[in-house]
C-alpha cells in the first residue's frame, strides 16, 4: 500500500520519528512491524530498500504509523530515509510480528528495552494508557547517555499519571554526558535486575526483551539463571543498526 511522509520529529540524540498517513485504514496491534520499501536509495546500501521497522505509534492514534529509527551513517537505507522530503510516497506492507500485547494480556509484565529497542514498548504503553487497561508493566530501560532515551517526556508522564506503569531508565555511560545523570547506572545486568526486582524467578509476571540482538541474548541467558522459566519470556532482536 501507498504511504506518504507527513511528519518527522527528532526523539532523541540520533533517533528520529517519521509519520506515515497511509491510502486507507489499517488495523494493527501494538509491538507488529511493517515492511518500508522506499522509491530509491541516495545511498549505496548492500541490503537494499527494503527494510522492516516496528510501529512505534499505537492502534490508538489514527491516521499515521510512526516509524522511529536511530540513524546511522554507515546505514544507506537510514541516511535515504532521513533525507525523504515531505510528502514523499513510499510502498508499505504489514502489519506482521508476534510480538506484541492484545487487551486480554492482563499481564503483570516486566519490559527490558536496550537502547531503540523501545519502539515496540511505546506502542504498547500507549495503547494501554489511552485505553485506560487495568494492565501493570514495569519498563526497564538503558541507554548509553540520557540525550540518546527516546521518548523520555512521554515515558515519564506516563509514569506519573498512571498508578499501574513503572518506568526504571538506566545509563551506562554517564560520564560521557553533558546531562548529570542521577539516576541508575549500567546495563541491565544481574545487578541491576537484583535491585529492581528481587527474586525475579518467584514473580509471576511476563518479562519481554527488545534491544540489539547481544543485549537480548544476555538478557535471556540472565533470566535463565536466574529462575525464570523460558515460557514466561518474550523477546525481539533489532538487527541492521
Known sequence: MKLKLVKKQDEAK???????EPEKKV??????????TLPSLKYPDPRGATRHFTISSSPTEEGFFRLSTRIREESGYKKTLNELPLGTGIEGEGPNGTFLLDEGDTGPHVFFAGGIGITPFRSIIKF???????IPIHLIYS????EEIAFRKEIEEWQAGHPNIKVDMAVSKPEESKEKWEGLTGR???????????????????FWISGPPAMVDAVEDLLGKLGVTSNKVRSEKFTGY
Do not use: A, M, R
Request: aromatic letters at 18%; glycine letters at 8%.
Open 188 to 206: 541491565i545486568d544481574e545487578n541491576l535486575i537484583g535491585k529492581l526486582l528481587p527474586n525475579i524467578g518467584s514473580l509471576n509476571s511476563i
Open 143 to 146: 541507554n548509553s547517555i540520557p
Open 128 to 134: 494501554v494508557v489511552d485505553k485506560n487497561l487495568n
Open 27 to 36: 488495523s494493527y496491534l501494538p509491538g507488529q512491524f511493517f515492511y518500508f
Open 14 to 20: 540520533g533517533t528520529v520519528s517519521f509519520f506515515w
